[in-house]
């Protein structure tokens, strides 16, 4: 079953091009590894599914619905497929447990109780659950964006969108996070990652995507494309990855 | 030259009246400013073109020219050019508003504003419509950082009032100003006053600094 469904989709900044008629399907449980070299569009390809970005050619269908259906549509979509920012973006005024509760209280409508319940719950899976009357501020690089991956669950989406997710973090806090995913993954979660992290890649992904000028470049099975590059310049990448 | 400080004493509750006026003034004012500010702040921010040109408009039609001009257009032009008639006091206070509300408006925009666009984001992302963001993530936010410069404008604008003298409010410079006219006593009285504005914008500023101690900027 398809969930994600770029139909000759492009987005354009002016008159910049950044995506060039992109055509892509993810099924569910997928777990989707996208790479390539800065300003590429791995970022506005992940934000044009979420609509955080407008797409300007083609068309991108998300759980059956289009991104270009309207307002109440988008926000429909958006509590389909959660996102992960690479600097986090955790409400300071609210503690981790407020955070990871938000969603469900402000966008599913829950009560209070239950989405204490719902928080609490999601805290605990991501390790965190003494943590959870801290503020961001007290919390670690590697805490926050593990309550940052709590909070966009706690809205039950069906797909996770990961922008770089370890790529501010230090290299002993990127394990924690990647551990948090990796469980995610196991747990069946159709997942879009957008990360530099090849072991992760390889051991995790169940497809690569090299990105290049706002096109999919190679598509193909990670460790057969991390092993045996088909293009030169991928080969190249990757060099300048490890 | 000698000095006799029993008139202060004797004209204190002319004087405490006087306080009385400016205060009305300046709280209904500044209620009002505030409100208007905010909206026309938030249209400048997030309105659309016409919105945007409109709040526009206004604050640079205030902030281009002085406030005793604003305030003698209300109370001598505009019953002149629309048949609207208006008392000294309503003017006072509507110059107030419409004033402080032009400046609001820029504090709120720039405060609105300072808010990184992830936070926004990070709104958006899990489903809120946009005006829950501002009403439950920016809003909250922006308003810590409004504190300090909000708190300034009010000053500037209880002072204002002084200017009100030319309408004839009896605000407290006007009291000093009618009590100094029966008796001369220049050094006395305009002492009193500006004790008494000392008091007042004094009380504002621990009133703020209080708010701001207890709400940690974000
Ligand atoms: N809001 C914007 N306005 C104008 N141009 C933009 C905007 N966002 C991105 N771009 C441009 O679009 C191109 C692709 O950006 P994008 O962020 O998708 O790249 P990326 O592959 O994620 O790069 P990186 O690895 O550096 O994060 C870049 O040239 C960038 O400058
Ligand atoms: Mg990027």
């Known amino acids: 079953m398809s969930i994600i469904q770029f139909r000759q989709t492009s987005k354009h900044f002016g008159a910049l091009k950044v995506l060039d008629r992109v055509d892509l399907t993810i099924d569910e449980g997928e777990v989707v590894v996208l790479i390539g070299p800065s300003g590429s569009g791995k970022s506005t390809l992940l934000r044009c599914i979420n609509g955080l970005e407008t797409i300007t050619g083609g068309d991108l ?171 030169a310049r991928l080969k190249d990448f990757l060099q300048h990855v490890e | ?100 509300g032009a400046y609001i408006a820029e504090i709120v925009r720039g405060a609105f504003l300072s808010i990184g666009k992830g936070l926004s984001e990070a709104g958006l992302a899990i489903g809120l419509p946009h005006w829950k963001v501002l009403l439950y993530i920016v809003g909250p936010l922006a308003f810590r950082r409004l504190i300090p410069p909000l708190g300034n404008q009010f000053i500037v604008s209880l002072k204002d009032t002084s200017l009100f003298i030319v309408i004839g409010v009896g605000e407290l410079t006007r009291t000093g100003q009618e009590i100094m006219a029966s008796n001369f006593r220049a050094v006395e009285i305009w002492s009193a006053v500006a004790v008494i504005y000392l008091i007042m914008t004094g009380s504002l500023t621990l009133v703020l600094r209080t708010i701001e101690r207890r709400m940690k900027i974000l």
């Open chain 2, 1 to 100: 030259m000698e000095t006799d400080w029993s008139v202060v004493i004797d004209y204190m509750p002319a004087l405490l009246a006087g306080a009385k006026t400016t205060i009305y003034i300046t709280v209904l004012g500044l209620v009002g400013g505030l409100l208007l500010g905010t909206i026309a702040g938030l249209m400048r921010a997030y309105g659309g073109s016409v919105l945007n040109a409109i709040a526009f408009a206004y604050i640079e039609l205030i902030r281009g020219t002085p406030i005793v001009v604003q305030v003698m257009f209300l109370y001598f032009a505009l019953p002149v050019l629309a048949d609207i008639r208006i008392d000294p006091m309503s003017a006072a206070v509507l110059a107030i508003v419409v004033n402080a």
């Open chain 1, 61 to 231: 269908i998300v759980d059956g619905l289009s991104v270009k259906g309207g307002a109440r549509q988008l926000r429909e979509i958006r509590q389909e497929a959660g996102m992960v920012f690479q600097q986090f973006n955790l409400f300071p005024q609210l503690t981790a447990l407020e955070n990871v509760a938000f969603g469900p209280r402000k966008v599913r409508g829950l009560s209070r109780a239950e989405a204490q319940e719902t928080a609490i719950d999601l805290l605990d899976k991501v390790g965190l659950a003494e943590k959870a009357n801290h503020y961001p501020a007290e919390l670690s690089g590697g805490q926050q964006q593990r309550v940052a991956i709590a909070r966009a669950l706690a809205v039950k989406p069906k797909v996770m969108l990961f922008d770089e997710p370890t790529s501010a973090l230090d290299p002993e806090l990127k394990q924690e996070v990647l551990n948090v995913m990796r469980r995610l993954a196991a747990e069946g979660m159709t997942m879009v990652v957008v990360t530099h992290e090849m072991a992760f890649a390889k051991q995790v992904g169940t497809r690569l995507i090299f990105m290049e000028h706002g096109k999919i470049a190679v598509d193909g099975n990670p460790r057969e494309v991390i092993d045996t590059p088909p293009n």
